[in-house]
């Protein structure tokens, strides 16, 4: 037969990944799960995912204008701000749900076998619609400020992918910690709260850059931050022409955003055998 | 066929406890100076921890054979829980090996993954495929589990709004319509009203019908000899005795701590003033054996020891059966008798009284011409067992009905 299942302790299961596609249903399911369940018994409902990233860009905006955070010619700030705060509202979702994902299904983790990878993957997604939805208020922006987006909107995606492999690489990294060490609960918001003053939010990575008074290591340790490469690729894809990408510092980020994710894929797969028990 | 579907080799699961070693602080004051000296000198080696190897499950291998029900018995803490978990692949062993052929589906409790905010209608499909249902085998049923769990009208309802007998109908009638090869089923059945749970036990035994092998674990011996073949018994972590669920069950009842069947009887205030008092009495098996339950419908008996300290004319031992609200079932006497001072033993066999399953107080009593030389009413209790001695036709009547299961003659004619 060919469903023949062998347990051994430590065992490799070989075919993980086949299994991970076998449990595909399952995970769609669960995606599902959380998006039926996000705005269940909320008045205003899905309209949260345009307001949430709506706060946070007047926050994060007016703190850029108090400071007098350069922005280039051309370029009206709120759309500056916009193309950052988007895609840093869903990695902050993405990231902090995926920490919590295992924690939160821990009655499924014990009482059910899947490959465990799905729970913090279908939580993602949830977040990644939250995104999309929340995409409208950058068209409106737009419209608006009479700014059209050239050729280099079409590279959107490949950037909010490299988010995506981001939050999930931390977040799985996050999660498998989390079972055993509950402090993480306690590290992961503060992860978030400081992120969003040290990722070019409120600024942009063009005054970092360029800005003589910064020491060159300090430069260097900016560009260590992987989000740093995904808000300056949205903004060089939204704004167009008047946004150049200092290189090194761009691939530094992209290329430590996928060690991430490889880390993160690997100390998940190293603790996952020993969550039920440690859960 | 009579092939191993299910092939446990030395199967052996460790858990590492960690004992944080006792620190007596007598005041704050003591916590903080020792806080403080512990920033200075490095950390100091842990003693008073230690780290004891907890062996859930040691050495354990049998193979099941498709189409067994098997029954997976033993008390608290023997690893009845943890060997279902190894072989739903949700935790590892640590030493050893299983081979599984086939789709295994696990049923370790009732309505796993239900979300409190979704719909019944909602939660069939959450739940089906969370079990290894797909969408289109969830579909497919869709119709047989709701009209199983008897909610229709509220399928729509979210199930927070459910009554706990409802939350659980709709739960069971998922789990009951898969489809595995292998199913392993935990103590799921201990859930709902009596009607639904024979529902429940009826609709297992059509899923084992249909040639399924079913690993089943319960505390309900009733349920686990009415629904499985085999039996495999655990304790401590091994495996101590498999083959027919019958002979099985008769095990684990013998493993019983029999020093508990037997009461040692505290001396009276004054012993040698009175006529006697009674110094022990054992409740034991047909066999004569002490045993701390009777399995249900089987013979029992109890044996009195006391002694006399004088002559003791019509003398009368006596020995009343009494519920736990304080009915008399029974009450029965030895004959008088005059007797002499001396130790002796009564022995009341009960070779004819079939009571239902559950606790009852003994009540026994000495007396010299009608005058009582002692009386114990809440000492001894006798614990009739659901694990049954009835065979065959019998077996299926409800154990835990009425008061006496005795069985009335009944002719049955046809009129018409």
Redesign the interface.
Known sequence: MDNRIVIEPGSKSKNYWSDLWKYRGLFYFLAWRDVLVRYKQTSIGIAWSVLRPLLTLAVMWFIGWLFGAAVPAGVPRVLMVCAATLPWQFFSGAFSEASNSLVANSNLLTKVYFPRLIIPASTVIVCLIDFFVSFIILIVLMAVCRFAPGWRICFLPVFLFIALVIAMGAGLLIAALNVKYRDFKYIVPFIVQFGVYVSPVAFSSDYIYGHVGIPASVKFIYSLNPMVGVIDGFRWCILGNSISIYRPGFILSIGLSFFFLILGIWYFRKMEKSFADVI | MSQAIIQVERLGKE?ILNHKGAESYTALRDIISSGVKSLFTKRRPQTNDTIELFRALQDVSFEINAGDRVGIIGRNGAGKSTLL????????????????????A?L??VG??F?P??SGR?NI??NG???GM??SEIQAKFDEIVAFSEVEKFLDT?VKRYSSGMYVRLAFAVAAHLEPEILIVDEVLAVGDAAFQKKCLGKMKDVAGQGRTILFVSHNMEAVQKLCTKGILLHQGKLIDQGPIDQVTQKYMEGGDTALAVYQIPLPKNPDDGYGYVTRVQIENEAGRPSTEIPVGANWQVRVFYKLNKPAPHFVAGLGIVTLFDFAVRTSWSKPADSRPGEYEALFVNNDLMLVTGQYKLVIGLSTQGRVIQYLDSTVSLSISEITALGGEERILNASSGLIINPMPVTIKNLK
């Open positions: 858990y978990k190894i072989l739903s692949r949700i935790t590892e062993p640590t030493q050893g090996r299983i081979t599984i052929t086939g789709r295994v696990s370790l409790e796993t993954g979300h905010e979704l909602e499909f959450l495929s969370i079990l797909n969408r979210p």
